[in-house]
């Protein structure tokens, strides 16, 4: 079997839904090579490198590879897609279908489709979800799919789409920054063809456990990034924001200025590379949900405008942001 071994230093912001960077590195190389070898044969797990005693802001390797002959309790399979996917005992992949009580779930959905069915008891189960959602919490909604399901969305999988088709339904009510989503592949997909199952799942977590975080005041937006990312950290939550500020803007005919910036970790030349990196694909992802190039533009002020004290973590925390000026 082929080992992912995904490395981490202490310190390191993890904003993924796995127990920690590492493994969250694990998970998206082992992507890369789903297609080419068999995914029930790529194994991934975590080192921890202890504290980082290199040169701030420099480039490091953050996985090793190797082979391994291991049971199968030892490690779960990497699948291809999914904001959830497998880790080493992370329970993130079910062992069966989580169809049971279809009868009784509030939302249902048809194989292949990502349109939410709703029962009768959904408004008492959405109304206590948002009721219970105290100001430091967020509403994870996790949409379920099968392998063999068709997806024809946007979105990276049948998962995602449902949990997103989901969460139009509480952002009438409830702060919309603070609903995100995920997806988790369930095995089987026999029986569920050709009738509704339950399809979702809710969960309230603590917002500092959320990984994306985003503030807004009129048409000035800040989307804040953990350290030295500039893609995969904010992950599906990042697209469903700005799939509907795609939407704001197309609806009110406006144009967006997209700047990005870092804390001063690094040289001043990387830290402007990497701003301008995060400010790409914030507007690749406006383009990519129907905003024309000519209403984009994106800039990088690299370390050079902090807002917060660069001598602490969570100052350097509130520098690692991108603005959107909405014009």
Do not use: C
Not at 97 to 121: C, K, L, M, R
């Amino acid at each position: 079997m082929l080992h992912i071994v995904g490395q981490y230093f202490n310190g390191e912001t993890n904003p993924s839904e796995f127990p920690d960077l590492g493994v969250a590195r694990a998970v998206d190389t082992a992507k890369h090579f789903v297609g080419s070898v068999d995914e029930t044969r790529i194994l991934v797990s975590s080192e921890n490198l202890g504290d980082y005693t290199g040169k701030p802001g420099a480039m490091m390797p953050a996985v090793k590879f190797g082979y391994a002959d291991l049971p199968d309790s030892a490690a779960a399979p990497a699948p291809a897609t999914g904001t959830e996917a497998a880790a080493p005992n992370s329970g993130a992949e079910a062992a069966e279908p989580n169809t049971a009580a279809v009868e009784g779930a509030p939302v249902t959905f048809q194989w292949s489709s990502s349109e939410p069915q709703v029962n009768a008891d959904f408004e008492a189960v959405r109304s206590k979800l948002i009721s219970d959602m105290g100001e430091d919490q967020a509403l994870r909604i996790t949409g379920l799919y099968f392998d063999d399901e068709e997806n024809d969305t946007l979105l990276n999988d049948m998962g995602l789409s449902r949990a997103a088709k989901v969460r139009e339904l509480f952002i009438a009510d409830a702060d919309k920054n603070r609903v995100l989503i995920a997806s988790e592949r369930v095995q089987g997909g026999g029986d569920e063809r050709g009738t509704a199952f339950a399809g979702v799942k809710f969960a309230l977590l603590p917002v500092s456990e959320a990984g994306f975080k985003v503030k807004e005041a009129g048409d000035h937006r800040v989307i804040y990034f953990p350290f030295d990312s500039h893609q995969s950290s904010v992950d599906s939550n990042l697209e469903i924001y700005v799939a509907d500020l795609a939407r704001e803007l197309k609806d009110g005919g406006k144009s967006i200025r997209i700047v990005g910036h870092t804390d001063n970790q690094g040289n001043a030349s990387y830290n402007r590379h990497l701003g301008m990196m995060r400010a790409r694909m914030v507007g690749d992802l406006l383009a990519k949900h129907g905003v024309e190039q000519r209403f984009i533009r994106a800039e990088s002020e690299g370390e050079d405008s902090p807002v917060a004290d660069n001598s602490t973590e969570t100052g350097r925390a509130e520098n690692r942001r991108v603005e959107l000026f909405i014009q």
